[in-house]
């Protein structure tokens, strides 16, 4: 059984940082397609860092340079990074992973229940 369980969301200041953790279980990073996506209330969920099994890595263009998505194959767990957070990064963010490359929720396989971040002073 494949498990994915967020961690580290928080109310956080704008322009701080957050550090979110994402700990598979049941599942491994060599074939597999690593992602956190996001969704504000009303708004569709949407990709916002993608890493693939040989570490090339995607980001969305709103948090370029701000986001970093990593791994560590030891302890099976996908992190995000979120330096200068801005009140319109407020959202729950959620890890999935899929057997593609891609920046669709559709094409995601596995899901978490998600850890929300809010940005706010």
């Known amino acids: 059984e494949v498990q994915l369980v967020e961690s580290g969301g928080a109310l956080v200041q704008p322009g701080g940082s957050l550090r979110l953790s994402c700990a598979a279980s049941?599942?491994?990073?060599?074939?597999?397609?690593m992602a956190w996506f996001r969704q504000a209330p009303g708004n569709e969920r949407e990709a916002v860092a993608l890493?693939?099994?040989?570490?090339?890595?995607y980001s969305e263009d709103s948090v370029k340079g701000r986001f970093a998505i990593s791994r560590d194959r030891a302890k099976n767990t996908v992190y995000l990074q979120m330096n200068k957070v801005k009140p319109e990064d407020t959202a729950v963010y959620y890890c999935?992973?899929?057997?593609?490359?891609?920046?669709?929720?559709?094409?995601?396989?596995?899901w978490g229940r998600g850890t929300q971040v809010t940005v706010s002073s």
């Open positions: 049941g599942i491994t990073f060599d074939k597999n397609t």
């Open positions: 890493i693939n099994a040989d570490g090339t890595t």
């Open positions: 999935a992973a899929s057997w593609l490359w891609s920046i669709y929720p559709k094409d995601y396989d596995y």
